[in-house]
């Protein structure tokens, strides 16, 4: 196996830094939505909205292959 250049280094480190900022927005979006549930709000709160928005724009700077859709 030969030794990554450091273009793939860059590329593999760019890739995991936008799949954790992913997982956070998403794990921050279920904490709020727990939450949320439990305080007995049931629509769709401007902290809800913002977070759901954050999941989907970290979404979308992933790489295609770690995308949902």
């Known amino acids: ?14 890739e995991n830094r936008r799949l954790a900022a992913h997982r956070r927005a998403e794990a921050d979006l279920y ?11 049931t629509e769709e709160t401007p902290e809800y909205l913002r977070l759901n928005q954050a999941v989907i724009d970290t979404e979308a700077r992933l790489p295609k292959r770690f995308r949902e859709n």
């Open 1 to 14: 196996m030969r030794k990554p250049t450091g273009k793939q280094l860059r590329v593999y480190v760019e």
């Open 31 to 41: 904490e709020n939505t727990a939450s949320e549930v439990e305080a007995g709000v």
